[in-house]
């Protein structure tokens, strides 16, 4: 009959338990490892998101800015004898802007005013 140590582990004992320890502490670490990696690269990407949706954001605002001022620093043509339809058509661009939200009412106003003096 083989005599049976009661107490603490033998060396193989301590050395498997000490393997088992080390085995799950490095996978634990590697699974943290991969969830602040994944969780960076969320953010990274929200990120850029976010910044291509400032960009074109701002695009939108320059072209309308932009059109805005072209409407504003049009020169007030004349309206010649008889033009009567071109002055309509003047109008009617006039309502197509402020309609589109390129020009507000004081704009308006201030343009329509300017075509009818």
Known sequence: MPLRRVGRPGLLGTMART????????????AVQRHQQGKAEQQAEAQQYQAQQQAEQQQMYAAQAAQAQAAQQAPAAPVPAGGENDLLAQLEKLGQLKAAGVLDDAEFAAAKA????
Request: glycine share 12%; net charge positive; no cysteine.
């Open 19 to 30: 393997a088992v320890i080390a085995g799950t502490a490095s996978a634990t670490a590697g």
């Open 114 to 117: 300017k075509l009818l003096a």
